[in-house]
């Protein structure tokens, strides 16, 4: 096959895999930036009495096994929160 053929056809095989992740990349950080009022939502009940409610019931045993708690685990919340901050800032720059 003549060496051009080739070249082409590689170098569009790149052309097509930066469009799809660039175009990929658009949804996410769209989507990213619409969970920002959920963010919001997590971060106040993070900072809320009922949040610090919620941890001395599953303290004391009170919330059922079956239920999935990380929202209650501070390290985790916080992380998360913290994570949002960079990402966001990523986003801005």
Known sequence: MDSRIERINEMEKLFDRVLQTQSAFEKAVEEYRELQEDVHRLEEYYASQ?????????EKGEIPEG???????????????????????????
């Open 50 to 58: 009922q949040w610090k409610d919620d941890l001395a019931a599953d």
């Open 67 to 93: 239920v999935k708690r990380g929202v209650l685990s501070e390290d985790g919340i916080f992380d998360m929160l913290e994570k949002n901050k960079e990402i966001m800032e990523m986003i801005r720059e």
